[in-house]
Every structure is written in C-alpha cells, then in structure tokens.
C-alpha cells in the first residue's frame, strides 16, 4: 500500500511535504492536507451563505434582492421561503415557491437558514 499523495490540481504522483505544506513537482501547485480533507468532507452538501447545511423541506430567508427575468419586480431581501427541495446537480440548487412569483431556483448562496 502506497503513501503518496495525488496533487488536486493534476493529478500527478510526484509530490514531496514542505512544511505543513504538500508541493506538487509538476505544476508546482501548493496545498494543505487539512484543508484539501476538509473540503472533501462538505463535498455533494448544500450550504447556504453563512455555511449552514440546508435540507429538504427547510425554511430559507433570501439575503439580497434577485431580479427575475420576466417579473416586474424582484425578490426581495428578507422574503421568507418555506419548504425547499435541494437539486445538487444542478446550478440553481434549490427548488421553491414564492408566493407572488410561483415556482423558481434559487442558488443557496444568496439565501440563508431561517
């Protein structure tokens, strides 16, 4: 079993500890194991803007005014939106109605957990 570290970035084997850094002898790409494993860990979960995970089913606050396409007047900051569904493949990762607008996506990062 071997001990070797990929690079992220390439993909390559070739890689040596400096510090409490891992340096890649390829593309020279510097990263922290810790962090590199702390990413991996919130990988395929959704989180909204403050870092909370979101579930289906939660209530969300919207944080900024969003303009729709097509609406006369945006979304404002501070509309309460209840009952999500979560889509992870997707861009716009969440699903939701609001109430004046009907059924849109949202992106979680313009949103947090009410």
């Not at 890649?24 to 510097?30: A, D, I, K, T």
């Not at 501070?78 to 997707?90: A, E, F, Q, Y």
């Not at 992106?107 to 947090?112: D, G, Q, R």
Request: include cysteine; proline fraction near 6%.
């Amino acid at each position: 079993m071997s001990d070797t570290v990929l690079c992220p970035k390439c993909s390559s084997e070739f890689t040596y500890p400096s510090d409490n850094m891992m340096v890649c002898s390829q593309c020279f790409y510097e990263w922290s194991p810790e962090e590199t494993a702390a990413e991996t860990a919130n990988e395929g979960k959704i989180l909204d803007s403050n870092g909370n995970e979101l579930q289906d089913g939660d209530s969300v606050v919207v944080i900024k005014d969003l303009p729709v396409k097509g609406a006369p007047k945006p979304v404002k900051a501070g509309t309460k939106v209840k009952n999500i569904r979560l889509r992870p493949d997707s861009d716009h990762n969440i699903d939701c109605k609001i109430d004046g607008f009907g059924s849109m996506a949202l992106k979680s990062e313009f949103v947090k957990k009410a």
